[in-house]
């Protein structure tokens, strides 16, 4: 099922990098990520809502890779009730679960980078980790790939004003203060 989260994973050289899943089932995982792991390799996945996954890379894909889930039974089951859960929130009008503290920037102008090439000038109300709502006239579809700055991201919301981005990989936490600048 098509779930997007976000984390990070581990490859077994012990670099650590960040992903977005494409799409999960109880037995396999399909991440967006910019370190490919090899066929065969031992995978350590941590992704909000649902934690520590581990697996083995079965192939790779142009976003990425794909892997199986290694689990018991027992968590399985706690792993497909959490996936129900979250492929049906919005269906079900649950609240979004907004994880990440959000940080007003000193700085709030922005480039937008959209796919023709064209550039348009906007305006950060805030950033989290994992992306940012600007302020801008610009009528896009939700969905849309974008640049802001030099951060890829995609447009997840749109509302009076502006729109929500979700960034394509989260932000290091150590970047994340009002000195950051998209």
């Given amino acids: 099922m098509k779930v997007v989260l976000l984390g990070r994973y581990m490859l077994p050289n012990r670099m650590e990098y960040p992903c977005q899943s494409i799409d999960i ?3 396999g995982l399909h991440l967006a990520a910019p370190a490919k792991a090899a066929p065969g390799e031992r995978v350590i996945v941590y992704l909000e809502h649902l ?3 581990e697996g083995t890379c079965v192939r790779t894909t142009m976003e990425g890779f794909a892997m199986t889930i ?6 399985r089951e706690k792993f497909t009730a959490q996936l129900t859960w979250l ?8 609240p979004e679960d907004r994880r990440h503290e959000r940080i007003v920037p000193r700085n709030p102008r922005s480039l937008l980078l959209l796919d023709d090439g064209t550039d348009h000038p906007v305006r950060i109300i805030d950033i989290s980790l994992s992306g940012t709502a600007i302020s801008t006239d610009l009528d896009l579809p939700v969905g849309t790939a974008v640049r802001i700055g030099s951060t890829p991201a995609r447009i997840v919301r749109r509302f009076d004003g502006g729109l929500g ?3 394509r990989f989260p932000l ?3 970047l994340l203060d009002e000195n950051l600048e998209l």
């Fill in 25 to 27: 089932s109880p037995g």
């Fill in 87 to 94: 492929a049906n929130r919005e269906e079900l009008g649950l």
């Fill in 70 to 75: 290694t689990a018991t039974s027992r968590k």
């Fill in 51 to 53: 934690g520590r996954i």
């Fill in 172 to 174: 290091s936490a150590d």
């Fill in 165 to 167: 981005l979700e960034f």
